[in-house]
């Protein structure tokens, strides 16, 4: 299958790359239908790598080498793992960018989005820019009927953004690299006020 392959700074790759492979029990094969670009991306492509671990492995994901860009898409489920409930094939959805641990403290207290073993898709693993991706299912979201594809890629970035309002909105922003995606910073940084810009500056 063809995919858009990171290998290092000004070189990425429209080539073909192996299947994603089996799919684990708690997994679905989406194919993407549409996926967008972010921030991250962008300084990874410019001046990375940053957090994809082309020259030694992740200590969680344990990828190592280059990586099928893409954490922002939307795709079709083509098939779901044995022990998946709750999605279909044939349905649109949309993957939450990070996989979570659901052990650590923040997992525990509900905080997934902080996960201390988060493993963004597209960064240390790969990602959506291919014809095909495995992802846990417990990260897709179905998309509304009405909402088109355009829009449904965005969900991850504009969720990020909301978030980062609402929680600025009662008090200084405490946002860590895994919880504020630099898409949803760029949305967000315009819109702080200054006393949130000197918080937010110091906590990612
Ligand atoms: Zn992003
Ligand atoms: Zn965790």
Redesign the pocket.
């Known amino acids: 299958m063809k995919a858009a392959v990171y290998h290092g700074p000004l070189d990425v790759r429209v080539e073909e790359v192996p299947e994603p492979g089996p799919l684990g029990p708690d997994e679905v094969l989406l194919a993407p239908l549409v996926g967008s670009l972010?921030?991250?991306?962008v300084t990874e492509f410019v001046a990375g790598p940053k957090m994809i671990p082309l020259h030694r492995a992740h200590p969680v994901s344990e990828h190592q080498g280059p990586v099928v860009l893409g954490?922002?898409f939307v795709g079709i489920v083509q098939a779901v793992g044995a022990a998946v409930t709750g999605l279909r094939v044939g349905q649109r959805v949309v993957p939450g960018?990070g996989m979570w641990c659901g052990t650590c403290p923040p997992c525990l207290a509900g905080r997934t989005n902080i996960c201390e073993r988060s493993v963004?898709y597209g960064s240390p693993t790969h990602g959506g820019l291919a014809e095909r991706v495995k992802v846990p299912a417990r990260m897709c979201v179905a998309v509304p009927e009405a909402c088109s594809n355009e829009a449904a890629a965005l969900a991850?970035?504009c969720a990020?953004a909301i978030h980062a309002s609402v929680a600025a909105a009662s008090r200084p922003v405490r946002a860590s690299r895994s919880s504020a995606?630099?898409?949803?910073a760029a949305f967000f940084w315009p819109r702080c006020s200054p006393e949130h810009r000197a918080t937010f500056r110091s906590s990612c």
């Open positions: 972010c921030g991250t991306d954490h922002e960018a963004l991850q970035p990020g995606s630099a898409a949803s």
